[in-house]
């Protein structure tokens, strides 16, 4: 079984940037597609972005495209969330998640088995 922890999260000004990490241990996400979801205070969670195993298809929800980047290194068993020009609208928990697959079988949870305790990121206005 994988275990996977964020980490990075914080407070920020709006038009900062911040990167969060997802590092995992236990056994290992080469193979794997990655992801990262958040969920914001009285909202559903909803998916930001994943990556193919070896990075080479990225995916990312409208919302933060433009803005947000994702990237691994297998080496070091670790994903990451480049995040830029943030809003007060992306203040949520951010989790990773693992996937069964190594390729993005789709952006809903269920396409991920393996989830991350969140890591808290607030972006002031």
């Known amino acids: 079984q994988v275990q996977l922890v964020e980490s990075g999260g914080g407070l920020v000004q709006a038009g900062g940037s911040l990167r969060v990490s997802c590092a995992a241990s236990?056994?290992?996400?080469?193979?794997?597609?990655m992801g990262w979801f958040r969920q914001a205070p009285g909202k559903e969670r909803e998916f930001v972005a994943a990556?193919?195993?070896?990075?080479?298809?990225?995916y990312y929800a409208d919302s933060v495209k433009g803005r947000f980047t994702i990237s691994r290194d297998n080496a070091k068993n670790t994903v990451y969330l480049q995040m830029t020009s943030l809003k007060p609208e992306d203040t949520a928990v951010y989790y990773c998640?693992?996937?069964?697959?190594?390729?993005?079988?789709?952006?809903?949870?269920?396409?991920?088995?393996?989830w991350g305790q969140g890591t808290q990121v607030t972006v002031s206005s």
């Open positions: 236990g056994r290992t996400i080469t193979s794997r597609a």
């Open positions: 990556i193919k195993w070896n990075g080479g298809s990225t």
């Open positions: 998640a693992a996937s069964p697959s190594s390729v993005v079988l789709g952006t809903s949870e269920g396409n991920f088995n393996s």
